[in-house]
């Protein structure tokens, strides 16, 4: 028991700190994470868009998640659950890229700016 719960760290810890003493920027830790996120919950998104651009009244516009996917499932199959998954990991992943390095950025600059005020 818990050599699952170690491995896990252990991964988390090389993929955070590459090399010794050197650690990766928020944008490049997350990137990868907010992609395999964006991957697993695809399915979830199709179905809240098919809930979304339900016409009203419809069996699907009750806003029944499962029954969304499984209507998917039925008509597309494994291929409709993940229609546009690369898109979706994509624009996921750069987000966070940008959001967390002007992060880092702004919050490096008013360290920097602190340090040299009075």
């Known amino acids: 028991m818990g050599g699952?719960?170690?491995?896990?760290?252990?991964?988390?810890s090389l993929d955070c700190y590459p090399e010794p003493g050197k650690q990766r920027k928020p944008g490049e830790k997350s990137c990868g994470t907010r992609g395999f996120a964006a991957a697993v919950t695809t399915p979830l998104d199709v179905a809240?868009?098919?809930?979304?651009?339900?016409?009203?009244?419809?069996s699907t516009a009750v806003g029944n998640v499962l029954s969304a996917m499984h209507a998917v499932w039925r008509a597309q199959g494994l291929a409709g659950l993940f229609a546009g998954v690369f898109p979706r990991m994509a624009a996921i992943s750069m987000?966070?890229?940008?959001f967390l390095g002007a992060y880092d950025q702004t919050r490096s600059l008013l360290l920097e700016v602190g340090k040299k005020s009075p």
């Open 4 to 12: 699952g719960a170690e491995r896990a760290k252990r991964n988390h």
């Open 48 to 58: 809240k868009t098919r809930i979304m651009l339900a016409k009203a009244g419809s």
């Open 95 to 98: 987000g966070g890229f940008i």
